[in-house]
T-cell receptor, first 112, second 113 residues
């Protein structure tokens, strides 16, 4: 079945630094989504990408849908303590009814 | 707009007991998903409904798991009998239609002892 490889698994950064994480797959996806999950909570949607090559921003977050449709990255600029959490990428296939395939997550820690 | 509601938030049961989780999706959302998230992993789809019909239940362990969405709104997920490896967070999500963004509830953390 489809699998997503998300890297890095964890990151420890200083407040104010920029962060980059990415997701790759052997399969092509129609949509890429990035979620953030805080402890004890469900994933919260950050950014949705619908077209190959698309670059979308949401505040300090920027994500891109790779040209090959097999990858995506998420950048966070000028990190702050509340950015702490686990970030998940998810790929979606139209011919599978919208089912989301999730990566393993990137755990972000921000030192004030 | 109210989000996806799930209950209970936490449940502890002994192995071989049964348990049920409830989900109320965002109003008007036709598609409802149940995901299982084991500690340290990303969510994995168990079952997907479109209105009250099942779209995908290929990853649902049907010998012990069942789910229903009788009126196309609320849904329940049941495990009977539970095993230790069922310990996980069970997440419900909904979307307007298939192939649109899914929004998640807070989840139910199940511990099987």
């Amino acid at each position: 079945g489809q699998q997503l490889n998300q890297s890095p698994q964890s990151m420890f950064i200083q407040e104010g630094e920029d962060v980059s994480m990415n997701c790759t797959s052997s399969s092509i996806f129609n949509t890429w989504l990035w979620y953030k999950q805080d402890p004890g909570e469900g994933p919260v949607l950050l950014i949705a990408l619908y077209k190959a090559g698309e670059l979308t921003s949401n505040g300090r977050l920027t994500a891109q849908f790779g040209i090959t449709r097999k990858d995506s990255f998420l950048n966070i600029s000028a990190s702050i303590p509340s950015d702490v959490g686990i970030y998940f990428c998810a790929g979606q296939l139209r011919n599978q009814g919208g089912k989301l395939i999730f990566g393993q997550g990137t755990e972000l820690s921000v030192k004030p | 707009e109210a989000g996806v509601a799930q209950s209970p938030r936490y449940k502890i049961i002994e192995k071989r007991q049964s348990v049920a989780f409830w989900c109320n999706p965002i109003s008007g959302h036709a598609t409802l998903y149940w995901y299982q998230q084991i500690l340290g992993q990303g969510p994995k789809l168990l079952i997907q409904f479109q209105n009250n019909g099942v779209v995908d239940d290929s990853q649902l362990p049907k010998d012990r798991f069942s789910a229903e969405r009788l009126k196309g709104v609320d849904s329940t997920l049941k495990i009977q009998p539970a095993k230790l490896e069922d310990s996980a967070v069970y997440l419900c999500a909904s979307s307007n239609f298939m192939n649109t963004e899914a929004f998640f509830g807070q989840g139910t953390r199940l511990t099987v002892v």
